[in-house]
């Protein structure tokens, strides 16, 4: 990783985007450091740490620590992932956009991306509200409150979640890498001194355990992203006019972990979900039902990690049927002359690759939930309640950072083959 850099460094043309991509990371981090108005952020912070076993800890970790010191980037990249996941829904539920996404080309991307645009609007200012009306709930944390507050803290989360989807395209369009995923990836890796900080407290066995368990991460991450099934394919011979075509053999790579982080983010936003409403009422006493309920949904039980478990699996699953239709991938084939030696076009084809699909996204959403636990389990075992949101830092991190390679590698790879041609 570190030589890929070096020799992207000493290339112009990629030194250039990569000074880019550095210079819109810092004006994040300055934006992140910014607070909006009317807001004691010192109580605030307080009030969201106390929180961080819910979906609330989830947002502060993935905003680099702005979500808890409510400032103009508080609301980070959650409004567009979230509008990308909900857009990406409706391709597959309505046929209009179905057909846009599939035969519209360049032009039906652009038009996408801007319905993408606008529902990023719509959900921060849903979030920011939402937001306002928290902030307004704890005594302390707003200064004042009327219309004109509520206001001016509204349209400060609405174009600060806007800024940062722009300087995600913009990443995206003359950086390296994709512009949202290395904004997700500068917000979480901000929030590592603060996390290693509250671990040195610990004792050294306990550190050294996160130590091991982290690095166990990492490197099962990085063998699974690049894990893939290849289904052998094979195209027929066909003669057009005097010349044949056709006749070589190819495969149909299916990756073990095709649908990424969304499973987690989705399991674990929907398993904090009681949790987070418990947080809102009063703490109930001990001995009570109230109280063993509460012990039951937190984020350290057996049975939050159970259920945690389970629907990350079904994610994976939903996730994957959405990315990666059988039927269509063999009338593809069938169109293109090509066919998996030992199955027959059409039915049977597609009933195999359904088949390995299954048994890939099965072993994918196992991995997923290992990387989720594993850092529960960790957790409840030192007694260190911050990791229960570390697996999904993790993936992301090591992801992102994965992908950024293969970019730049891919670039400098182009870079040879048109000075080749040149």
């Known amino acids: 990783m570190i030589q890929t850099i070096r020799r ?58 702005a979500f808890a010191s409510a400032t103009i980037f508080a609301l980070g990249v959650q409004p567009y992932i979230n509008s990308s996941i909900i857009i990406q829904l409706l391709t597959v539920a309505i046929p209009s956009l179905e057909r846009l996404a599939r035969d519209g080309g360049e ?20 979030q920011g509200w939402g937001y306002y009306e928290l902030m307004k709930r704890y005594n302390g944390v707003l200064t004042t409150t009327n219309f ?15 800024f940062v989807m722009w300087m995600g395209e913009q990443i995206t369009e003359f950086g390296i890498g994709n512009g949202i995923s290395m904004i997700l990836f500068a917000g979480i890796l901000s929030r590592v001194p603060t996390t290693v900080s509250g671990l040195l407290t610990l004792a050294w066995w306990k550190i050294l355990l996160i130590v091991v368990g982290v690095l166990a991460l990492i490197v099962l991450i990085t063998w699974v992203n690049g894990a893939e099934r290849r289904i052998p394919v094979q195209y027929a011979k066909r003669q057009v006019g005097r010349k044949m075509y056709g006749g070589q053999s190819s495969n149909l790579p299916m ?11 989705f399991a674990q936003s929907i398993a904090m979900l009681p949790a987070t409403i418990a947080a809102f009422f009063p703490e109930p006493k001990e001995g009570t039902f109230a109280a063993g309920l509460l012990n039951a949904i937190d984020s350290k039980s057996v049975l939050y990690m159970v ?48 088949k390995v699909l299954n048994k890939v996204t099965l072993f994918g959403a196992i991995y997923l939930g290992v990387v989720a636990i594993l850092p529960l389990i960790i957790g409840k075992a030192v007694s260190a309640p911050n990791l229960a949101i570390g ?3 993790v993936i992301i991190v090591v992801g992102v950072a994965l992908e950024t390679v293969q970019a730049l590698e891919s670039q400098m790879l182009m870079r040879q083959y048109k000075g080749f041609l040149e």
């Open 8 to 65: 992207a460094w000493g290339i112009p043309e990629l030194r250039k985007k990569i000074i880019f991509t550095a210079l819109i990371l810092l004006i994040f981090r300055i934006g992140n450091a910014i607070p909006v108005p009317y807001v004691d952020a010192k109580v605030l912070s307080d009030t969201i740490e106390a929180m961080s076993t819910t979906v609330l800890g989830l947002y502060n970790v993935m905003s680099g620590g």
């Open 148 to 162: 004109w507050v509520f206001l001016v803290i509204l349209v400060s989360f609405i174009a600060g979640s806007a």
């Open 391 to 393: 697996g999904t830092s």
């Open 107 to 126: 032009e039906g991307k652009k038009k996408i991306q801007s319905i993408t645009r606008y529902a990023t609007i719509i959900i921060a200012v849903l």
């Open 255 to 265: 990756k073990v972990n095709m649908s990424g982080v969304l499973p987690i983010i």
């Open 307 to 354: 259920i945690y478990f389970v629907m990350i699996i079904g994610f994976s699953y939903f996730y994957s049927t959405i990315q990666f239709n059988p039927v269509e991938i063999s009338n593809n084939l069938k169109k293109n002359g090509g066919f998996i030696p030992g199955f027959r076009p059409g039915k049977p084809t597609a009933d195999f690759i359904r």
